[in-house]
């Protein structure tokens, strides 16, 4: 251990500050702001009305009444239909008061929405329970590690808006989502998030950081922004006031924007950074993360970096933890194995924290790499808030296995040896596996092996876990496989509803009819259905075949069986010599060459990360076993020898959080070389980078200059605002690279520069990097006429144009010269475009075989039989009955047609549409006919049971629309009809769904 040579951050602020010409107390800006107009600083109001902001304020309303008199006001705020029973909610709990208001103003929570649902996304009992924390502990309550409400933390509620095209902003549903630490330290209902649509925020000739320097009014409380990210602009509800047309008296429970930025970032201690670097540190409050253990500041220390001779930083990033914080951690969040590394802010601090197994600590305690993890520092004078010692935990080592190749890595590697037949062969073996995994129906245990393939095919069971746990998925490792998907339209504009509306892809549990095709076949196979029986099922499985197949040839990612990704942390003791790692998995997962799972990787491997631009961005390392470091499991650990850190070859990444691939396969590692004179070369950047960019070296100091509020708050925001100024720079550089590879060849001077230009941008928000006017239009000449490459387009099986238009510029294919030899993804997308089709075919012969399925008798049987006996015993009391049900259904299915219209028309709308149509049609379906309207049939479930089976039956023989079967029956009544064939087939087992939801199969049965 180095802790000899560990210091206090309260030291190090000490001397900092010290050595400072500006103190706190040297600059004090005005307190309260005044409004003014010729600054821009006319209000955006979100809403507004008077004396409805005093009611809300003068007899304590519920928030969740303010927000949606607010929403439902829109921009016009008109808000005369609420305004005669707001009074009604007073004293009342969100919840109660939510109620309430959808009883009086919708016809209440909409049954289109389940309990479970419900619970999962509805905000208003966890902002209960932040306002029941936050009045026993206005500061503290919600930050976690609170006795009076042992494992629970606050920040979970989203406010959310959204910039419309005449620049005003719609509020949204307020939601539940992820916590963070600003939202814990100061309460969900303090911070609005605003989205810009991407048609807005890449707008030419629009000022958005001169409209969002504005102050944002809603009701009397004043929002005023603090950070952009990505398509969103953050604001905090600070201490103003605004009512009847001016600012007015300030609101002690919150800070002015000048101190909440103080607060999380102080300029005094802080003041030798760079504005930009510490523009970036604001940031850091919003990671979404949950609170683990708060330390004591004495246990909080720093260690310094390791630098190498040459002066590459080797522990970049990453800090340690003593064995006693890590079982602290385990048992906090309830895990069931100790973890090794932990990603998280704390004190200032940013990076990764790999355990030490060797400190000898009886407290919970870290070291701090310094200076690399020290990004903020605090006034060594002022007692340290209780927050800044609460460790803020973003998520911990988890290894993926088989690592997935990206477009990027394969061009690397296909450059530096590895033959193109390697990856055609993965592509194959993809397409193969999916393929025949999706339509082998028999075999021994095929609809067991088939229920796990569909399963693997979208990833249900994740999506379903995940679904559940939108505040802190991220930390249990639900990636949520949709939420991801870039081809998702976040931009639709949906009729707005006054009822709740469904979540996407949550199943109707009504119905019993899951959202997504993957859910509803796997619910079939478990109920005994099967394809070649089922016209249904097999259509479900055709169609997630399909879906299948474009994804693999459009998105051009092939899984590696031998490849895991993790995050990567420097060797804490030394062990290893100069480009070996270590890498050991808690369990056997690791795929041998010859087959076998094993839980270490030794021998020759590849590692790489995102992003991977130019050739020395792939690196052969040798990955060795280590006595000493086994005890690091799930994690890749790098040498901390060597002239540089490894990392740092690879796009000049860091140990605070990075995740890199590895790869032990051999037909990959063998091939792959690369000259160590190219490694030197492309691994630093070229001459004459250093012209491209405008750099920003204004210090905080400067800023500290300005005594007036309004100076410095202007100063303040243009650089926390500044990435709203021209945010599709990076996107368009990025793009050129792209053709810049393909026209100039990977390991041309070109295409050196732009790979460098991109990644300088990509980290311009902290190294204050603005590319030159003159450099940008360069480019642009040059690349900007060169059309989208072919092997990018998405469109499989669809003809690619010679040319084609954008931003009213011709646009042509571009042609690669005959001297750089094929390009690898032309080639790999023509062998997955040839494959493709060729599985395409193998599973449209699928369509002539629904056609000769005959109608299930399980599924008949319950209303042929009814009717049988009915009719046999002349019973009319008993046929009356019948004819009720067989009447609604009728009905209903003439509901159901012209809902849902034509089937291309419905499936393109936005699934939240598609499920709340038919989520409506099945609570009809099922609500009628009741007991009391029948002679002879007095049970729900016998009700049930005949009007699933006789709307099998209606859609098999009553049909007037052609074809011999359609998603009726099963859109309304498909858990009726799978426990008809379950109990036909018997013998079977009732399960609840949330049971069920956890079920999953074992790999081997």
Known sequence: MMSSSSRSLKRLASETDSSSSFNSTSSPPSKVPRLDESRGESPIFLAHDDTIADLFCGQKIPFCIQWEVARRGGARFNYDKFREDLHRYTGMTNVQAYEGFLRNHSEGKSSNISEREYAATSPWSELDMEEKALLQDPEFGCIGNNPRFPGWYGGKVDLRGTLEKDFSIKLERCSLGPSCKLKRRFGSTSFLRVKIPSDLLYRPQRDLVKFFKRPLIFWNSVFRAYYHKDDCVFLYKTNETFGRGSFGKKNKGSLSLYDFIQWMNPLEYNQKQKLCKWTSRMALGLSSSVPGPRLVQKDITTIPDILSKEGSNMTDGCGLSSLALNKVIRDQTGRQEMPTVIQCRVYGGKGLLSLDREWESDTPSIHLRNPSQIKILYSPEVAVDLSHLTIDILRFNTVKTPGRLSAEVIVNLAHNGVPAEVFLDLCRDALKEVVEGLTTWQGEDAMFHLWKNVEQAEHVIISRLSRESVTNGRLKGFDNPRDNDPTENENDNFN?????????????????????????????????????SCAYLMDKLQNITKSAIKNLVNKSHYDIPQSATALVIPDPYGELGPNEIHFRTSRRELMTQDGYLSDTVTGEVLITRHPCKVPSDVRKVKAVQNLRLSGLVDVIVCSVKGSRRLLDYLGTGDYDGDRVLVIWDTRITLPFFIDPEKVKKFSSPPQGLHYCFKIDERPVSACLQHFRYFDRISILQDYLLASLKNPGVLGELSGYHEKSIYVDGYDSPKAHKLAYIVTTVLDSAKSGHKIEQKTLKDYRDRYKSIGKLAWKEA????????????DNALQWRPQRPEKLGPFIMDTLRCTAEQEGRKWLDKVEEISGLKGRIKPDEDLLRPYKHALKTATDRSNDAFLSDLKLITDHVSTIHGKYERSLGSAEGFTSQHIVVRQDTLRGISKEFNSLPKPDALQTIQDEATIARLRASYAYYFDAFMRKSPGNWTRFPWDVALRELCEIKARALGPWHASTQSFYERFKLVKKW
């Open 496 to 532: 707005e509803i006054h009822e709740q509306r469904s979540t996407a892809w949550w199943p109707d549990l009504i119905s019993g009819c899951p959202s997504s095709m993957s859910e509803t076949a796997m619910a079939l196979l478990d109920s005994g259905f099967q394809p070649s």
């Open 795 to 806: 469109g499989f099986m669809t003809p690619k144009p010679k040319f084609a238009s954008q």
